[in-house]
């Protein structure tokens, strides 16, 4: 593309029809150009303008995406610091063992709302038992 650009400018550069007709437009003269020289002007000054190409903004100039319309997209979440912190509100139970009252605070370590708590306890099968081994609960949370 560039090769056929630089071609159509060497040619024109070297018409002396067209120079002369380019000098006088230049110097300000006014005069209808032949049919012929309209079209290579017109050429000419095509490729004159498809050289400046856009820049892309300054990196110091990119603003932070603020307007998410299907709502702030999640962080990324390490599974394994986060059955860390489960395992350690789990060692603070007897028998690291969790019932109903005390799955508020596992709700939180997982980064869940405290209302979470009932379907945690229940999704781990502390209904049936009335409570929850760290065991049942690391690998329902790994599911």
Same mark, same amino acid.
């Given at each position: $593309?560039?090769?056929? $650009?630089?071609?159509?400018?060497?040619?024109?550069?070297?018409?002396?029809?067209?120079?002369? !007709?380019?000098?006088?437009?230049?110097?300000?003269?006014? /005069?209808?150009?032949?049919s012929r020289f309209k079209k290579r002007l017109k050429a000419f000054q095509q490729v004159q303008t498809r050289k400046e190409e856009p820049l892309p903004p300054a990196a110091s100039r990119s603003i932070p995406t603020f307007y /998410?319309?299907?709502?702030?997209?999640?962080? &990324?979440?390490?599974?394994? &610091? +986060? @059955?860390?912190? @489960? #395992?350690? &509100? /789990?060692?603070? /139970?007897?028998? #690291?063992?969790? &019932? $109903? #009252?005390? $799955?508020?605070?596992?709700?939180?370590?997982?980064?869940?709302?405290?209302?979470?708590?009932?379907?945690?306890?229940?999704?781990?099968?502390? !209904?049936?038992?009335?409570? +929850?081994?760290?065991?049942?609960?690391?690998?329902?949370?790994?599911?």
């Amino acid at each position: $593309m560039r090769a056929d $650009m630089r071609l159509r400018d060497l040619s024109l550069r070297q018409d002396p029809d067209l120079r002369q !007709e380019l000098a006088s437009l230049a110097r300000g003269c006014d /005069f209808v150009l032949p049919s012929r020289f309209k079209k290579r002007l017109k050429a000419f000054q095509q490729v004159q303008t498809r050289k400046e190409e856009p820049l892309p903004p300054a990196a110091s100039r990119s603003i932070p995406t603020f307007y /998410f319309p299907r709502g702030r997209p999640q962080d &990324t979440v390490n599974i394994d &610091t +986060v @059955i860390a912190k @489960i #395992e350690r &509100t /789990f060692a603070q /139970f007897p028998h #690291e063992r969790a &019932t $109903m #009252e005390d $799955m508020g605070r596992v709700a939180k370590a997982c980064g869940c709302p405290l209302y979470w708590k009932g379907p945690l306890f229940c999704s781990a099968g502390g !209904e049936r038992t009335g409570s +929850v081994s760290v065991h049942k609960f690391v690998a329902m949370w790994r599911k």
